[in-house]
């Protein structure tokens, strides 16, 4: 804790960040706020209600990411910031009502490094020993910062859920220098709609886009689905076309060694293949190389054990096997509304070069400044959870043109857990 009680400076007012993307919380913020939790959770004050009507102390063991925001950040917030209007603190007002974990802690706007998606159901343990072997495998300093939604809101406004184009989300993902997938023992951020949709934002890049116009060119020519082609093929077919984007001198910088990763890619070219070099290597490779913003950023795929691909996570199949078993159509959330706009954004704007919200509010009403759906009709298909799936999203995954946005985000969640086992191995 060096020295301090509680994770906020005594006597701190509460910082205005008008930016919501602007509020990564840094490495030291959440080493004090994971001290402070361990240190209630010691004394018995956390407790949840039991199945008989009491209560039940909450261990360090026990309490998850969902429960440290209800029982620790927002009444902490609601506490150190009452009465004390956005309006009062700063020169600049912000449209929100409610003050975020960020605002508490920090001095001013902290941008982020790392952006991270997690599943707030994840015990939070686990999620703090994400962040550790993160820091420690990325060599992260106390005041490098990452944007994790719970901190950067205590309660995100309809405005900020249903306005997806403007969502905070993206601002932080193209701040980031990187992606952090935080995985749980049991895989359960892959079954959540909202962490799909930031799946989503990482995965749709132009390189991805261009790849994908790539693979339906090689389909159309050889008669098969563009999920088919093989990979090699369209690698080879985009250094041949790109070969005269790649600059002849001054190779860019990685983290592998760029100068030999660069000589070795022109021997690629030039037909001089090293048959013990897997092609995925390759492929790796080539996006390291990218210079076109939001290509440049690796997908990094962190367990409480450590990042996939190093020596502390040796459950490389049991990944593979979660990967390929994953169908981003039966992931669920606590509100079916936002569920629904997630599916339309994945099947109206996923890897679109123009997005378009015109259609993202398809099957969604508003009723006294809330969201819910218009339509409720369903079908005989189950979900996750074993309710019938509604008839809307029904249509979406089986209507040609918009089946074919998740079968494309479902191969391409595949393939950068590919990537990252990959780059971290190698």
């Known amino acids: 804790m060096h020295g301090k009680l509680t994770p906020w400076a005594l006597g701190k007012l509460p910082t205005t960040i008008p930016d919501p993307a602007s509020r990564g919380i840094s490495l030291l913020q959440i080493q004090e706020l994971s001290a402070f939790v361990q240190r209630l959770c010691k004394t018995g004050v956390l407790r949840r ?61 902290q941008d982020p490094k790392i952006f991270v998606s997690f599943s707030k159901y994840c015990a939070f343990r686990d999620f703090i020993g994400n962040v550790n072997h993160l820091a420690d495998d990325q060599g992260l300093t106390l005041r490098d910062n990452m944007w994790i939604g719970m901190f950067a809101f205590e309660v995100p406004s309809p405005s900020q859920v249903f306005d997806l184009l403007n969502s905070p989300s993206f601002s932080a993902f193209s701040k980031s220098e990187a992606t952090a997938l935080f995985l749980d023992k049991h895989a359960s951020i892959l079954e959540r709609s909202w962490c799909i949709f930031e799946m989503a934002i990482i995965t749709d890049t132009t390189t991805s886009r261009r790849r994908w116009k790539l693979r339906e060119e090689i389909g159309n020519l050889q008669g098969c689905s563009m999920f088919d082609v093989e990979d090699e093929n369209v690698l080879q077919i985009e250094i041949e076309r790109h070969k005269e984007d790649r600059p002849s001198s001054d190779p860019p910088q990685s983290e592998k060694g760029p100068k030999e990763v ?63 078993s994953f169908c981003c159509t039966k992931c669920d959330s606590d509100n079916e ?5 997630v599916m339309n954004y994945i099947a109206q704007c996923y890897c679109e070069e123009d997005k378009s919200s015109a259609n993202l509010l398809d099957g969604i009403r508003t009723s006294h400044g809330d969201y819910e759906l218009a339509s409720v009709e369903t079908v005989s298909e189950l979900r996750l959870d074993g309710s019938p799936e509604y008839q809307h999203e029904h249509w979406l995954f089986t ?23 990959v780059y971290h191995s190698y």
């Open 49 to 109: 209600a039991d199945q008989l009507g009491g209560s039940e102390w909450l261990h360090w063991e026990d309490i998850s990411v969902r429960e440290t925001a209800n029982l620790i950040l927002k009444p902490a917030i609601k506490y150190l910031a009452a009465g004390i209007s956005k309006s009062q603190v700063g020169d600049r007002c912000s449209a929100e009502q409610t003050w975020s974990w960020v605002e508490l802690v920090a001095y001013g706007p």
């Open 337 to 341: 509304a936002e569920r629904r706009l």
């Open 262 to 324: 660069w000589d070795w890619l022109n021997s690629e070219m030039a037909g001089g293949s090293d048959s013990t070099v897997p092609r995925q290597q390759l492929r790796e490779r080539i996006r390291s190389m990218q210079h076109e913003g939001v290509n440049a950023k690796p997908l990094l795929l962190c367990t409480p054990d450590g990042l996939v691909g190093t020596r502390r996570a040796t459950s490389v199949p049991v990944l593979h096997a979660i990967l390929h």
């Open 399 to 421: 209507e040609d043109k918009t089946s074919l946005k998740f079968k494309m985000l479902e191969h391409s969640i595949r393939q950068e857990g590919s990537f990252c086992v």
